[in-house]
C-alpha cells in the first residue's frame, strides 16, 4: 500500500473513530438531555457521571477507551509502529474535537487509556494507579488526569517502551494537559469540584 494512503487512513480512521460523541448520545439516549448543557459542558465520563450517575458514565467510560484500542489496532493493521502512534494521536484529538458536535468533546482521558492498554498494557496500569493515588488523596478526577498525563510518559521511559510509544506519551500528555486549561485554572483558584460535589458553574 503507498505510504500517502495508509497515512491517510491512519489520520481518518483514527480520528473518526475518536470522534465518535459516546457522552453526547449516552445522554441523548439515556437522560433524554444534551450533555454539553450540563455541568462542565464535558462529554466526557466525569461530566456523564455528575450528571446522569455511575451507569451512564461506566458505559461511557468503556466505550471511550475501546475507541483508543479500535485507533491501535487499525494502526497495527497497517503495519509499523508509527501507524499505530499516528491513529492514536488522532484518535486523541478527535473525541475532544469531535466533527460531529461542532468540534467539541472530552478531555481525552478515557480515550488515552484505552490507547495506552493496547499499545502497552504495563504502563497503562501503572499510569492508571497514578491517577487511582491521585483521585483517592483529592478526590479531584482532572487533578488525578493531570497526574496521569505526566506520569505516562515517565513510565513509557522507564519500561523501555519504543521510541514511536515514548512520543506519543509526551504529545498525548501535553495534548491532555491543555485540554484541561480550565480546570488548571480552577484547581488554582480552589474552586474545582471534587467527586461527590455538584456542579455549581456554568459550562
Known amino acids: 500500500m503507498p505510504a500517502l494512503l495508509t497515512a491517510l487512513l491512519a489520520v481518518l480512521g483514527g480520528y473518526l473513530l475518536g470522534s465518535i460523541p459516546t457522552g453526547y448520545w449516552v445522554g441523548r439516549w439515556w437522560g433524554g438531555i444534551d450533555i454539553r448543557q450540563q455541568g462542565s459542558g464535558s462529554t466526557g465520563?466525569?461530566?456523564?457521571?455528575?450528571?446522569?450517575?455511575?451507569?451512564?458514565?461506566?458505559?461511557?467510560?468503556?466505550?471511550?477507551?475501546?475507541?483508543?484500542?479500535?485507533?491501535?489496532?487499525?494502526?497495527?493493521?497497517?503495519?509499523?509502529?508509527?501507524?499505530?502512534?499516528?491513529?492514536?494521536?488522532?484518535?486523541?484529538?478527535?473525541?475532544?474535537?469531535?466533527?460531529?458536535?461542532?468540534?467539541?468533546?472530552?478531555?481525552?482521558?478515557?480515550?488515552?487509556?484505552?490507547?495506552?492498554?493496547?499499545?502497552?498494557?504495563?504502563?497503562?496500569?501503572?499510569?492508571?494507579?497514578?491517577?487511582?493515588?491521585?483521585?483517592?488523596?483529592?478526590?479531584?478526577?482532572?487533578?488525578?488526569?493531570?497526574?496521569?498525563?505526566?506520569?505516562?510518559?515517565?513510565?513509557?521511559?522507564?519500561t523501555a517502551q519504543p521510541l514511536p510509544y515514548l512520543l506519543f506519551a509526551l504529545a498525548g500528555g501535553v495534548y491532555v494537559i491543555g485540554a484541561h486549561r480550565r480546570n488548571i485554572e480552577r484547581l488554582l483558584a480552589g474552586s474545582e469540584p471534587r467527586i461527590g460535589q455538584k456542579w455549581t458553574q456554568s459550562p
Open 45 to 158: 465520563a466525569t461530566n456523564v457521571l455528575r450528571t446522569l450517575g455511575k451507569g451512564p458514565a461506566l458505559l461511557v467510560l468503556l466505550v471511550d477507551a475501546a475507541k483508543g484500542a479500535a485507533a491501535v489496532a487499525l494502526g497495527s493493521a497497517l503495519g509499523s509502529p508509527w501507524w499505530v502512534v499516528l491513529a492514536a494521536f488522532l484518535a486523541v484529538i478527535g473525541h475532544s474535537r469531535s466533527c460531529w458536535l461542532g468540534f467539541r468533546g472530552g478531555k481525552s482521558v478515557a480515550t488515552s487509556l484505552g490507547i495506552l492498554l493496547a499499545m502497552a498494557w504495563p504502563v497503562a496500569l501503572t499510569t492508571f494507579g497514578v491517577w487511582l493515588l491521585g483521585l483517592a488523596l483529592t478526590r479531584i478526577v482532572s487533578f488525578s488526569s493531570l497526574l496521569a498525563a505526566v506520569a505516562a510518559p515517565v513510565v513509557m521511559w522507564a
